[in-house]
C-alpha cells in the first residue's frame, strides 16, 4: 500500500527535542488528517487540513504544531513532548466532496518519548 | 456528539468459521456513513466496508458484509469463512453528513485472533 506514506515509521525523542513527522499522499485527495492512536483509546483526530486550510484542532497542546504545505503533503512538528504522548500517530487522506470522503490512512509512525 | 461503541474488546474464530463483530452508535442525524476499518499488526489501517445510513440494503465486500439496522443504531461485520489473514484490530467508525468535512468518530476496536 503506497497511497498515503508517512516517514518516519519508527521515532525515539526525548522531552527536549525538536522533530517532525511527515505524511505524503499520492491519491489525489484535498484533505489531510492527523490522528493519535493510544493505547485501548479511540482513535483521536487532533488536527484537519482542507484544501491546505486547517478546518479542526481538537484542543491539541501547542506542542503539537501542523504545516500543510500543499494538498499532498501534511507534517507534525514536535517540541518539548511529554512521555504521554507517546503514541502511534496516523496520517489519513480523503477526497472532499465524494460522497463519502472516505479516508485512507497511512502506515503511522509510532513515537517514542523518554 | 456521536459516539461508537465497540463492546466487545477481543474476539476469537476458528479458521473457516464465521464470526460478527458488534457495534452500536449514538447520534440524532439521519444521514450518514458507517465504516469498518481493519488494522493489522504491520499497523496500516484498511478500509473494510462502508455503509450509507439511507441505504436499506445491507453493503456486502466478498467475505464481509454488515447487519445495518438503523432504529437500533446497529452495525455489526460479519466475517465468513474467517482467514488467517483476517487477525487485526477492527474499528467501526461514523462521519456525520451535517457539514463539511467532518471527522471520523471511532470505536476502541475489537481484536480479532484467527485459529488455525
Known amino acids: 500500500e503506497t497511497g498515503v506514506t508517512q516517514t518516519p515509521r519508527h521515532l525515539v525523542m526525548g522531552m527536549t527535542n525538536k522533530k517532525s513527522l511527515k505524511c505524503e499522499q499520492h491519491l489525489g485527495h484535498n484533505a489531510m488528517y492527523w490522528y493519535k492512536q493510544s493505547a485501548k483509546k479511540p482513535l483521536e483526530l487532533m488536527f484537519v487540513?482542507?484544501?491546505?486550510?486547517?478546518?479542526e484542532n481538537n484542543s491539541v497542546p501547542s506542542r503539537f504544531s501542523p504545516e500543510c504545505p500543499n494538498s499532498s503533503h501534511l507534517f507534525l512538528h514536535l517540541h518539548t513532548l511529554q512521555p504521554e504522548d507517546s503514541a502511534l500517530y496516523l496520517c489519513a487522506s480523503a477526497r472532499v466532496g465524494l460522497d463519502t470522503d472516505t479516508q485512507y490512512f497511512g502506515p503511522g509512525t509510532r513515537l517514542t518519548v523518554l | 456528539a456521536q459516539t461508537v461503541t465497540q463492546s466487545q474488546p477481543e474476539m476469537s474464530v476458528q479458521e473457516a468459521e464465521t464470526v460478527t463483530l458488534s457495534c452500536t452508535y449514538d447520534?440524532?442525524?439521519?444521514?450518514?456513513?458507517l465504516f469498518w476499518y481493519k488494522q493489522p499488526p504491520s499497523r496500516q489501517m484498511i478500509l473494510v466496508i462502508r455503509?450509507?445510513?439511507?441505504?436499506?440494503q445491507n453493503a456486502t465486500e466478498n467475505r464481509f458484509s454488515v447487519n445495518f439496522q438503523k432504529a437500533a443504531k446497529s452495525f455489526s461485520l460479519k466475517i465468513s469463512d474467517s482467514q488467517l489473514g483476517d487477525a487485526a484490530m477492527y474499528f467501526c467508525a461514523y462521519r456525520s453528513l451535517s457539514s463539511g468535512n467532518t471527522p471520523l468518530v471511532f470505536g476502541k476496536g475489537t481484536r480479532l485472533s484467527v485459529i488455525a
Open positions: 447520534t440524532s442525524e439521519s444521514d450518514y456513513y
Open positions: 455503509q450509507e445510513a439511507y441505504k436499506q
Open positions: 487540513y482542507s484544501l491546505e486550510e486547517r478546518v
